[in-house]
């Protein structure tokens, strides 16, 4: 019997406490959330595979814990990752936080001592978009360059954690070595799949780390995202078809015998609904729920570092969640 914490039920956690529920092989879901109301909700969805708990990352892990899905604001996670270090229970977080992030990594050296696995940026982008560069990878002989862009929040937590993103100074991997961008970006016009067709992204620093460990002969790493519009004018665009949507647009550069040619994929569809499956999903393969997917060793690192690509995209694919190729079409 494999028992899962989910910790925070908003807009991300609560689909990616559906996705548990709908898992094969994970018996029994411990929901927690600040919000006890939220907690019982998802509760009640799940039915009797689920039990809410009362916890805090300042308290030891529920007994019989197999493994933790954290759907916390980017910055909470890193006490309840600190939490399962100390139990001995992997665990998958979500948060997309530059500075949190990289507070993870630095955990790694008691990752390794503890043989706990810990999965950082399980969501959009940071998380399916590590995905679609690994996929990409095995299709090219080396990996020069890789671009990510990104599209849509989750919910209110995932905007103001996007709009620190755009307020920091962002990280690039330029030369295989991660620096600091000391002046900001221009925007860069980036076309997503359709609804959210193409929007202007500015360079944050958001999973470059995660990358840079999972690739680290790429020469060249960035990702961009699209800055979440003013509150005072967000109000009036409720009806437009294409708010709530995410994407994620991967451009991965490469050579194939001496031609250098880039593979570029991309994916589309409800921001917290595309998270929430990629978290509940990297959770699964943490219990070993879904071994054809991949397996994950001590340490922490991003998803493309414990994947079998094609294998964690059908999987995704059968939750609803798909991903496309660019192909190129002559125009005259």
């Given at each position: 019997m494999s028992t899962v914490l989910l910790v925070g039920v908003g807009a991300l956690g609560a689909r990616a406490g559906r996705q548990l529920g709908a898992t094969r092989g994970i018996d029994r879901i411990l929901v927690a959330d600040r919000r006890a109301d939220r907690a019982?909700?998802?509760?009640?969805?799940?039915?009797?595979?689920?039990?809410?708990?009362?916890?805090?990352?300042?308290?030891?892990?529920?007994p019989g814990v197999d493994a933790v899905a954290c759907a916390l604001p980017a910055g909470d996670d890193v006490?309840?990752?600190?939490?399962?270090?100390?139990?001995?229970?992997?665990?998958?977080?979500?948060?997309?936080?530059?500075?949190?992030?990289?507070?993870?990594?630095?955990?790694?050296?008691e990752a390794l001592a503890s043989g706990v696995a810990v999965l950082a940026g399980c969501g959009l982008a940071p998380g399916l978009s590590d995905v679609l560069a690994a996929h990409a990878a095995t299709l090219l002989d080396t990996v020069d360059e890789i671009h990510v862009s990104r599209a849509g929040v989750a919910g209110p937590d995932s905007e103001a954690s996007m709009r620190r993103l755009h307020s920091e100074r962002p990280h690039e991997v330029i030369g295989g070595a991660l620096n600091e961008v000391r002046r900001r970006s221009t925007h860069e016009l980036i076309w997503f799949p359709e609804p959210v067709g193409d929007k202007e992204c500015e360079l944050i620093g958001a999973g470059v780390a995660l990358l840079?460990?999972?690739?680290?002969?790429?020469?060249?790493?960035?990702?961009?995202?699209?800055?979440?519009?003013?509150?005072?004018?967000?109000?009036?665009?409720?009806?437009?078809?294409?708010?709530?949507?995410?994407?994620?647009?991967?451009?991965?550069?490469?050579?194939?015998?001496?031609?250098?040619?880039?593979?570029?994929?991309?994916?589309?569809g409800r921001t917290a609904t595309i998270g929430g499956a990629v978290?509940?999903?990297?959770?699964?393969?943490l219990v070993g729920a879904l071994p054809e997917i991949g397996g994950a060793q001590p340490g922490v690192t991003g998803l493309a570092g414990c994947v079998v690509p094609e294998a964690f995209l059908a999987e995704l694919d059968r939750r609803g969640i798909t991903a496309s190729k660019f192909e190129g079409v002559p125009v005259a």
């Open positions: 019982e909700a998802l509760r009640k969805f799940l039915g009797a595979k689920a039990e809410t708990v009362e916890w805090s990352a300042r308290r030891p892990l529920p006490p309840l990752v600190i939490a399962a270090l100390e139990s001995g229970v992997p665990i998958a977080t979500s948060g997309d936080n530059q500075e949190s992030i990289a507070t993870l990594l630095r955990l790694n050296d840079h460990k999972s690739f680290p002969s790429a020469a060249r790493i960035t990702v961009r995202a699209v800055e979440p519009e003013p509150r005072s004018t967000g109000w009036f665009r409720r009806n437009d078809p294409g708010d709530n949507w995410g994407a994620t647009r991967v451009e991965v550069w490469g050579r194939i015998g001496n031609a250098r040619v880039p593979v570029i994929y991309g994916s589309v978290l509940g999903v990297a959770t699964a393969l």
